[in-house]
């Protein structure tokens, strides 16, 4: 497939305007939007000068190429499942669904069709992500140990341009208060250390914000290579940060995103190289990481194109639910629990 193609955004809110960004600093320049907000139609409107459809029946209609998902997580696999029954391809950001179960409905409904279900994974494309993929391809620190991770922010902070209060991050009792950052992060991780056997885990909401989920979630997870993963995320650090530590045989890689560097030491030379990253790529108040998004949807146009693979799938998405469902019945029985497929 060359040539342009055509998009239907639904969920017009800070993600879904991030995504038309991205496709019209790409070049695309057909792209159809619908949100049940008017306000937020018009803005976009106003903005990118998009067109507006009445519904997601009318923006099928269009026959788009595919569909970008950047609703509130409940209602991610809703639309999915309309995407997958219009036949057209669809793009969902993370989490692609509430359950493993609802994960497994998606395949069984996506598998007898050609087009392609991609579901978000972003960090993949973290500068400061693929430096360290980079690294421990060339077996720099040799065999990986264990890693030690942690992603936060102060949610009140997040989007200042509105009351938490009155967004999904308020309401949503599975994927809210920040919630949806662990199976965005878990991607990379898995990718990365193998598929998680075992996990240990603590969930609480320790400032009382006015949320229906948890504001944090400690994680410590063994996947199937016997790599030992500790994972924190928060909404309550008034900080934002995203650190990393990967504890190695012959050394260990930090990666501080908020400084956007990534350092690294090599036992046999007892030394440190640091290595600098774009800003681009920053996470945190005050920084863009635009360029992670673009490069992400870059590469999904390539895999409808059939020009590459895609780089995530439903049977990945899958696992990644299996882990969080593991981790909350841990938390509320407080035992290890062994995570299924």
């Excluded at 159809?32 to 106003?46: H, I, N, P, S, Y």
């Excluded at 056997?197 to 199937?224: F, H, P, W």
């Excluded at 007892?270 to 992670?292: D, K, L």
């Amino acid at each position: 497939m060359g040539g342009q193609m055509r998009f239907l955004v639904i969920g017009l809110g800070s993600m879904g305007k991030r995504r038309i960004r991205n496709l019209v600093k790409l070049g695309e320049t057909d792209i159809l939007g619908f949100d049940v907000r008017r306000d937020r139609c018009e803005e976009t409107k106003a903005k990118y000068g998009i067109r507006l459809v009445e519904s997601v029946e009318e923006g099928l209609a269009e026959g788009p190429d595919l569909v970008v998902i950047s609703v509130p997580p409940s209602q991610h696999l809703g639309y999915a499942l309309k995407a997958i029954e219009a036949g057209v391809s669809f793009f969902s950001e993370s989490p692609v669904a509430h359950t493993s179960e609802a994960v497994e409905h998606l395949i069984r409904a996506s598998q007898h069709g050609s087009k392609l279900a991609a579901p978000s994974c972003n960090m993949l494309f973290h500068a400061g992500v693929k430096r360290i993929n980079r690294m421990l391809s060339e077996g720099q620190i040799g065999k990986v140990l264990c890693v030690e991770y942690e992603v936060g922010h102060y949610l009140p902070d997040w989007h200042p341009y509105e009351d938490y209060r009155t967004t999904y991050m308020s309401s949503e009792p599975a994927f809210g208060g920040g919630a949806d950052v662990v199976p965005m992060e878990l991607v990379w991780l898995t990718k990365f250390f193998g598929n998680v056997k075992s996990v240990t885990a603590l969930m609480r909401n320790l400032r009382g914000l006015e949320i229906k989920a948890y504001d944090t979630c400690q994680m410590v997870m063994e996947t199937q290579q016997g790599i030992v993963v500790e994972f924190h995320a928060d909404g309550v650090c008034r900080e934002p940060c995203r650190r990393c530590r990967l504890i190695g045989e012959e050394g260990t890689i930090i990666w501080d995103g908020i400084e956007n560097w990534v350092k690294l030491y090599r036992a046999a030379e007892n030394s440190w190289t640091v290595y600098y990253e774009p800003r681009g790529f920053a996470y945190g108040q005050g920084y863009s990481h635009e360029a992670m998004y673009e490069e992400e949807v870059a590469h999904l146009i390539r895999a409808i194109r059939g020009q590459e693979e895609y780089c995530h799938c439903l049977t990945g998405e899958h696992h990644i639910l299996r882990i969080w469902e593991a981790a909350l019945q841990s938390s509320m029985q407080g035992v290890v629990v062994e995570v299924e497929g």
